[in-house]
């Protein structure tokens, strides 16, 4: 059985940074590419941030360009995302997933995790 578990999530000032952390099982973590979307209240989920299956490639939705990086750690089965510079915009659930298709961006996604909530606030 798949299984994606996020953490890190929380609450953090403007101008802060968290790291988000996704440990998968029951998969060959390495054969999939893998990412973040997140979804605010009241709107739909978006794509974040992905990487190719080893880790090279790397995308990123334009609002969080330059602020957020992506990475992996096949050996541990794990992928991260690193937030700095958080705005009140970026509040939202954030979902891993990963895509036995190896795609990147907002049509990727075979398992997804269950979410883990980052609140940007004073």
């Known amino acids: 059985q798949v299984q994606l578990v996020e953490s890190g999530g929380g609450l953090v000032l403007p101008g802060g940074s968290l790291r988000l952390t996704c440990v998968a099982s029951g998969v060959t973590f390495n054969m999939y590419s893998v990412g973040w979307f997140r979804q605010a209240p009241g709107k739909e989920r978006e794509f974040v941030a992905a990487t190719s299956w080893t880790g090279y490639s790397k995308y990123y939705e334009d609002s969080v360009n330059g602020r957020f990086t992506i990475s992996r750690d096949n050996a541990r089965n794990t992928v991260y995302l690193q937030m700095s510079s958080l705005k009140p915009e970026d509040t939202a659930v954030y979902y891993c997933?990963?895509?036995?298709?190896?795609?990147?961006?907002?049509?990727?996604?075979?398992?997804w995790g269950q979410g883990t909530q980052v609140t940007v606030s004073n």
């Open positions: 997933v990963a895509d036995e298709l190896g795609r990147m961006g907002a049509t990727m996604g075979h398992y």
